[in-house]
């Protein structure tokens, strides 16, 4: 009965959660399941999620990794095809490697402390899934969703509409196949070796649920040795033989329970009598994290990633609410769940634009839109602290970067033919046209007043207008018509 809860609470979990990076229509605007994971709360500093999380670890043990985590449920899957496909797959005891589940973790601590957040994103569970979410599985939604469009207009019918497809970012696509390879293999072949030897969040809840009130236990009275509990384990933490559980590798599936025969595996608190400690104390072990922990500590203190721009020299534009690039690098994970979010298309996947530490984190690009005005997506769906929550009125506010006007490249200049297109689609007026020669009139920006939409360097055919990135976002000047409304002032959390 167990198992079949679990099952189906974490099949509904990876229905929403999937369903939230590739939905298109604004079903779901501000996902709570998103918010409720490992990773995103400890890089954002949410206490009453992590609060809740580690109470959940010290009572149940990890079953978050086989509920909540998306990437944990994902790899159930092929657990479930490896089944399906060899009849006779079956797992065994295997020794716990501490120093690679540690290591790994210690290595991603310095990485993030040095600048390098790409490469704790690489292996954070919830930011891998979502990448894959995004950059794979989005675009078959919308291939079907395009099918059934086709179809409707055939029999004179609009309910459905065709979204175009594309392909945001390579560098983000090649890593999303590639992990989908990497996981799907290992979970395929080796169970959940992943979660225990590579998660981070794996290793950090492993280490609580050695403490957890509730446990998969062993009857020692009932108990044959007949070790058909340790077949079925693909965490690989149950030694039949000397009737013991690695609880820090245990992700409560409970498949345990069923496949034995004995009923002497059960889920539940320690009983009274006394019971055989879960295995040995491991001096080892706890030389190699007073080893680690000392690393740790002799790292700089977050030596700054540099931010290198885009080839043509502009400095890249990080998203309204980020605050700055510096905060962008320091907590996001390129989970891509505002990427795939943002109605206009403006976000994408950035390259080398933040430097090393910032690759796949999110950049606006004005080539296939620009950001609308009174849109704040992205600030409410960021779990991370990345972007931090912005109110309409403050992002009208907020100027992530400000205009540039190159009267060399504009056409009234060049061709001496009116346009005016870039200060038409200009919400604060933060362009304006001015008089020129022979009644024409040409552009003037007042780049205080610019809130960085990109309305006009979407539009100009000539190029002639730019935005360029705010290192650290500023406070727009209002338009002078708006001087006297009282709006309120800008919060981030700082």
């Not at 100009?460 to 990135?469: F, L, S």
Request: glycine share 8%; aromatic share 10%; net charge positive.
């Amino acid at each position: 009965m167990l198992k079949k809860i679990r099952t189906a609470v974490a099949v509904m979990v990876i229905a929403f959660l999937t369903f939230g990076f590739i939905d298109f229509s604004g079903l779901i605007e501000n996902p709570l399941l998103q918010k409720i994971q490992f990773g995103p709360a400890l890089l954002s500093l949410s206490i009453v999620t992590l609060v809740c999380l580690i109470a959940a670890t010290l009572l149940l043990g990890r079953l978050y990794c086989s509920v909540i985590c998306p990437l944990g449920i994902f790899q159930d899957l092929f657990n479930w095809l490896a089944k399906k496909f060899n009849k006779k797959k079956k797992y065994e005891f295997r020794q716990e490697r501490p120093w690679l589940r540690w290591g790994v973790l210690i290595g991603l601590v310095i990485a993030w402390l040095l600048g390098f957040t790409f490469l704790v994103g690489l292996v954070e569970p919830y930011s891998a899934y979502g990448r894959m979410a995004d950059e794979l599985f989005k675009p078959v939604y919308l291939f079907g969703n395009n099918i059934l469009a086709w179809f409707s207009e055939k029999s004179g019918s609009y309910r459905f509409f065709k979204m175009a497809i594309s392909m945001k970012s390579v560098t983000a696509f090649v890593v999303a196949v590639l992990t989908l390879l990497i996981i799907g293999h290992i979970s395929y072949h080796h169970g959940r070796t992943w979660c225990n030897t590579v998660c981070p969040v794996g290793t950090l809840l492993g280490f609580l649920s050695r403490f957890s009130l509730l446990k998969i236990r062993i009857d020692t009275d009932k108990c044959n040795h007949c070790g058909a509990c340790g077949k079925k384990c693909k965490a690989f933490c149950i030694d039949s033989k000397n009737q013991a559980i690695d609880y820090s590798r245990c992700v409560d599936c409970f498949d345990c329970i069923g496949a034995c025969r004995q009923k002497a595996i059960s889920f539940g608190p320690a009983p009274r009598k006394a019971v055989k400690s879960d295995a040995p104390v491991d001096e080892s072990k706890r030389d190699f994290l007073k080893s680690a922990l000392v690393l740790a500590a002799a790292v700089p203190a977050a030596a700054q990633a540099k931010v290198t721009g885009s080839k043509d020299g502009r400095v890249p534009m990080s998203p309204p609410g980020s605050v700055s690039h510096n905060n962008l690098l320091q907590h996001c994970t390129a989970c891509h769940l505002c990427v795939s979010k943002c109605p206009s298309h403006v976000l994408k996947p950035a390259g080398l634009e933040y430097g090393l530490g910032g690759i796949m984190q999110p950049v606006m690009k004005f080539d296939q839109g620009y950001c609308n005005y009174d849109c704040n997506i992205c600030s409410q769906v960021c779990p991370n602290g990345a972007i931090k929550p912005l109110s309409v009125e403050q992002k009208h506010k907020t100027q992530p970067g400000r205009v540039v006007f190159d009267i060399t490249r504009c056409i009234v200049n060049l061709q001496r033919t009116s346009c005016g297109a870039c200060a038409e689609h200009c919400p604060v007026q933060a362009i304006h046209m001015v008089p020129f020669e022979g009644g024409l009139t040409i552009p003037e920006t007042t780049p205080d007043m610019c809130v960085g939409c990109g309305g006009c360097e979407f539009i100009c055919p000539a190029h002639a207008v730019r935005i360029e990135g705010n290192p650290v976002h500023l406070e727009a000047r209002l338009p002078e018509q708006d001087q006297n409304i009282q709006t309120e002032d800008l919060d981030f959390g700082f």
